[in-house]
């Protein structure tokens, strides 16, 4: 059922060699010149390592660029399910995903412009973000209200004349901080009296228009995620023009929550790249360290540990590929149960992993010098993101009730 396709399985292999080939033996580098970096909350010093643009742009000439794209024409054709092994590939890695041009926020923001965007928005912002010139925003969650119910979000959006005004506060606004990033896609409360589901809107609005703020950076276990960071921002009477409104006013939650379907599986299918990453870490730490004059993989029940992430990795697998399957067949709205379990399914999955991980390389797992405690930091952050687990699981009992209409 899930027997990869001849052009997934080609791009695949490009993706693995190239990684291989060019971003593994950089990693190491990259992370000790961004550590300064990643521990300075003035965003406004962080730099991109000139290695990551030699990089893209070397992707790009390789035509390893812009995989997430269904779009015969813009991306490589790939279904949802294609996809997904691509992403898994590139979830090994901390920087390989913008070298492909396939990082999140902007794949969703991508997506969203490309599905729903005006030729003058396609233009203007789609375009330079398929190039990878520009890097963007998703400006959703604020600090004032429980986000994990997207219809409390209170940012105003307001009509006026042939602009819109838009205030509010905004934070974990992911990307915020990185030198190119240029447009926020900004969802807010435009129609108070509307349908619950029709009050909000989506509106492009430049980073550099007057009333926008960047407050601060906010870490995520003391490190500031720097080039990228997850800021707070702040809008003061912003004016843009309605044709910066994404389709039109009242459509932004529906837009919103079908953006969400294909990023799930992006966000799950990187994290169990992670959590492949980190079992090779701990297998073979398990195999070479020697304590107490024998193998750790021979010391209580490390062996076991192993064997059980080995299995759970693979049943998370199976059930995101599953899910891409629902979602290329008739549409993330079919699989909303689907969507929502593996959300709480595999970042638990890459947490406990990373964990063992940890705990099997002792003091050096908590250092820098492996990229354990940053997948950990992204196993923690994506049990909040897109939703809390508690919300999910709600969708998920919600969906299984439907099928007991009668009880």
Known sequence: MFNKSERASHWLARVKHFMREHIEPFEAEYFQANLAQNAHPNWREWQVHPRIEELKKLAKEEGLWNFFLPDEILGKGLTTAGYAYLAEQMGRSLIAPEIFNCNAPDTGNMEVLHQFGTDAQKNQWLKPLLDGSIRSVFAMTEPNVASSDATNIETSITADGDDVVINGTKWWTTGLGHPNAKIAIVLGLSDREAARHQRHSLVLVPLDTEGVTIERMLPVFGDYDAPYGHGQMSFNNVRVPKANVISRLGDGFAIAQGRLGPGRIHHCMRALGAAEKALELMIQRSLDRVAFGRPLVKLGDNGARIARHRMAIDQARLYTLHTASLIDEAGAKSAASEIAGIKVVVPQVLQNVVDDAIQMHGGAGLSHD??????????????????????????????????????
């Open 370 to 407: 492996l990229p354990l405690t940053a997948f950990y930091a992204i196993a923690r952050s994506l049990r909040l993101a897109d939703g809390p687990d508690e919300v999910h699981e709600a969708t998920v009992l919600r969906q299984e009730l439907k099928k007991y209409p009668e009880q």
